[in-house]
């Protein structure tokens, strides 16, 4: 979070910390068995996370990492199927996974308990990020759905429509007020959430999209999709 360390998973089944902006390597983890699908770090920078094709999510700590241990501190497998997204919630407090297996869960990370199994998905979870302010939930699975998720009760707020096929990545706008989807239907979508949780389809931008971002220029915020 603090710009001085990047992560990035790979199909050779590692975790690889890197020290910015030198680019010198910190750390090669490998508590994975298959490819590595998602990391993350917290936002309070203490813990980093990682979802994998073998099913399970690992969560490190940062301070053991920097120190040269590299043996997770928790690992979870209650998946069934491959975890394709893992984020964690702006208070640091919860980490959510996102499986093939068509549902998401959420763990409290201080004592590894899953505190909801969401399965409102027809097909695989391909995507989860929590809200600015951590109440809401997003997710976009394999059923060309975005659903919207009370992260306090569990309870389906919204099922966004839209794209004719799988959604690959969803995230929220800086302030919460926007929720936007990149999906292999080759279109980012973005839309306003409003009182009572309709969203309303504000833009639809062409591309083969994989990722979909809200990046800050200035004053302004763009939204920025990749390859």
Same mark, same amino acid.
């Given at each position: ?61 940062? =301070?053991?990492?920097? #120190?040269? *241990? !590299? ?5 979870? +497998?209650?998946?069934?199927? /491959? ?54 939930? =997003?997710?976009?699975? #394999?059923? *060309? !759905? ?5 992260? +306090?009760?569990?309870?389906? /707020? ?70």
């Amino acid at each position: 979070p603090d710009g001085g360390l990047l992560a990035s998973g790979s199909d050779d089944k590692t975790v690889l910390v890197r020290r910015l902006p030198s680019c010198e390597e910190v750390a090669r983890l490998d508590a994975h068995t298959e490819s590595v699908r998602s990391v993350a770090f917290s936002p309070n920078g203490e813990f980093l996370a990682s979802g994998s094709t073998d099913k399970t999510v690992c969560v490190c700590r940062v =301070a053991d990492i920097l #120190s040269g *241990n !590299t043996r997770p501190w928790k690992r979870f +497998a209650d998946h069934t199927n /491959r975890v394709w997204s893992v984020a964690f919630s702006p208070n640091s407090e919860l980490l959510a996974s996102a499986s093939i297996d068509g549902t998401f869960r959420i763990y409290r990370v201080s004592d590894g308990e899953c505190v909801h199994v969401l399965p409102g998905h027809n097909y695989g979870v391909l995507s989860v990020a929590f809200s600015p302010d951590g109440t809401l939930l =997003a997710s976009g699975g #394999s059923d *060309n !759905t975005v659903r919207i998720w009370d992260a +306090a009760t569990g309870e389906c /707020r919204r099922v966004i429509t839209g794209h004719s096929d799988s959604v690959r990545c969803v995230d929220f706008s800086p302030k919460g007020r926007l929720v936007a989807s990149a999906s292999w239907d080759k279109t980012v979508r973005s839309g306003t959430l409003r009182p009572g949780m309709r969203c309303d389809a504000s833009a639809v931008t062409r591309a083969l999209s994989y990722l979909s971002l809200f990046h800050r220029a200035g004053r302004s915020w763009y939204l920025a999709a990749g390859t």
